[in-house]
């Protein structure tokens, strides 16, 4: 499973960017250094102007590939979650057992891949980033087109592939939508919250605890609906 995703790669809305970066290795330096600049500099500080001199090139250079640096973000999550779904998928290809299925779903949310070896971007390097900037590449004027022009697919199919897994359990349970884009934001805001505000969790970074505490609110909240 590992060599399989490792060379997959994942398909992404062609209106976010304007030329593919994995089609020229000047792509993918502005892919892999973007990921690394926003790690350290944020994406607030981050711009085309360092990335370009960090890399070597023109400013105009990476305009070619990105409208702008919010078309760059919106890129990498979806990319991330669009990554998560297919570890799901191959997590879960011979299981029968729903709870199982939930709980290897649960897990990926929580830690982030299970499979960490891409041929495109590093998966792990890209969930540091996330934990820190998802929620800017929503959170904007432009939410209402972009969801309408569908850059938020790969993010709606894996909250319905789990979703669904949850029905499996109960199908009479009301809420599964609301329930798994409530883990899928609120885990990696946990994660933020152990390394930058430890005052709202009693979590630590890379605590275990984060995944009995995600499983028990899941299963409790599925096995109370009546």
């Known amino acids: 499973m590992e060599s399989i995703l490792q060379t997959i790669r994942v ?11 994995f089609s020229s290795d000047l792509g993918k330096d502005i892919i892999q250094n973007s990921i690394e600049m926003m790690i ?3 994406f607030e500080q981050f711009t085309f102007k360092k990335l370009a001199m960090q890399i070597g090139c023109t400013e105009s250079a990476v305009y070619r ?4 640096k919010h078309k760059l973000l919106l890129f990498l999550t979806s990319w991330y979650w669009g990554y998560l779904e297919k570890n799901l998928i191959f997590g879960i290809a ?12 649960i897990k990926i949310l929580v830690k982030g ?11 792990l390097a890209l969930r540091r980033l996330l934990t820190d900037e998802a929620a800017k590449a929503f959170m904007t004027k432009e939410v209402d087109e972009e969801y309408q022009k569908g850059f938020f697919n790969h993010y709606h199919k894996l909250g319905e592939r789990i979703a669904k897994i949850i029905l499996e359990i109960n199908p009479n349970f ?20 152990s ?16 995944i009995d505490f995600f499983n028990q609110l899941v299963f ?4 109370n609906e009546n």
């Open 11 to 21: 398909d992404i809305n062609e209106d976010i960017f304007l030329k593919d970066p």
């Open 40 to 42: 350290e500099l944020g």
């Open 65 to 68: 590939y990105f409208e702008n």
């Open 94 to 105: 011979n299981l029968t057992d729903a709870g199982k299925k939930l709980e290897i779903a």
């Open 113 to 123: 891949p299970i499979f960490t070896q891409n041929d495109f971007i590093d998966p």
């Open 174 to 193: 009301q809420y599964p939508k609301t329930l798994v884009s409530t883990v899928m934001e609120s885990s990696l805001m946990q994660s933020y919250y």
């Open 195 to 210: 390394r930058h505000l430890p005052g709202l969790t009693e979590h630590q970074p890379g605590d275990e605890g984060r």
């Open 220 to 223: 409790k909240t599925i096995e």
